[in-house]
């Protein structure tokens, strides 16, 4: 699988910075699977200026395959929310 991405400078406040993340994901299956594998990514990520720490990221995404193997083609769509926090110790 590929994550092209693309990372825009939204807001710099403070110590933080916002960046805008947009993405398309592309991918082909491995061994005895075939899958056709088509997405988009998009959302924020918070940096502390400071040590370049993403702090907050939070992320929607939706990808759309079709999965063949055995003579059966299965399609998918998987939609999911991603949202993480850390702290730089």
């Known amino acids: 699988?590929?994550?092209?991405m693309k990372y825009t400078?939204?807001?710099v406040s403070g110590k933080k910075a916002i960046i805008g993340l947009e993405g398309i994901i592309s991918g082909n299956g491995?061994?005895?699977i075939i899958m056709n594998l088509k997405g988009?990514?998009?959302g924020d990520a918070t940096v502390d200026l400071r040590n370049g720490w993403a702090t907050q990221v939070s992320l929607d995404q939706e990808i759309k395959m079709d999965v063949n193997q055995n003579g059966m083609t299965i399609p998918m769509t998987i939609s999911?929310?991603?949202?993480?926090?850390?702290?730089h110790q």
Not at 80 to 87: A, D, P, Q, Y
């Open 1 to 4: 699988m590929k994550i092209h």
């Open 9 to 11: 400078l939204k807001k």
């Open 30 to 32: 491995e061994n005895d």
């Open 80 to 87: 999911s929310t991603i949202s993480k926090t850390s702290k």
């Open 40 to 42: 988009t990514q998009s």
